[in-house]
């Protein structure tokens, strides 16, 4: 079963440039798409940013320019570099997985397309 640690987290101050991480184990299939989440309380989870197993991305509207999503297929490790840190950012963030498609087949970076889920790492930005 696939198995997700995001960690990276923490205070930052606002226009700093935290970069998350999470570490993957357990993958099965060849093909995945690895989306990036964040949360506030009271509210949905919003998507952010995802990659495919091909290098392929999308990012949600409200951060393309300052999110950066990538992964190392080697490590087993996907990154989400926020740039431009803004207090907006203030969430949980989670990355989940879905084995098996390409990112081409997620209609809506959105979480029921993803199985797998890590337990997320806060992000809190200080002014």
């Known amino acids: 079963e696939v198995q997700l640690m995001e960690s990276g987290g923490g205070s930052v101050q606002a226009g700093g440039s935290p970069r998350l991480s999470c570490a993957a184990s357990?993958?099965?299939?060849?093909?995945?798409?690895l989306g990036w989440f964040r949360q506030v309380p009271g509210k949905e989870r919003e998507g952010v940013a995802a990659?495919?197993?091909?290098?392929?991305?999308r990012y949600a509207d409200s951060v393309k320019g300052r999110f950066n999503v990538s992964v190392d297929n080697a490590k087993n490790i996907a990154f989400l570099q926020i740039d431009s840190l803004k207090p907006e950012d203030t969430a949980v963030y989670y990355c989940?997985?879905?084995?098996?498609?390409?990112?081409?087949?997620?209609?809506?970076?959105?979480?029921?397309?993803?199985?797998?889920w890590g337990q997320g790492t806060q992000v809190t930005v200080s002014s």
């Open positions: 990659i495919d197993s091909l290098g392929r991305t």
């Open positions: 989940a997985v879905e084995e098996g498609v390409y990112i081409q087949a997620m209609l809506h970076l959105w979480p029921p397309f993803f199985k797998y």
């Open positions: 357990g993958f099965t299939a060849s093909s995945y798409v």
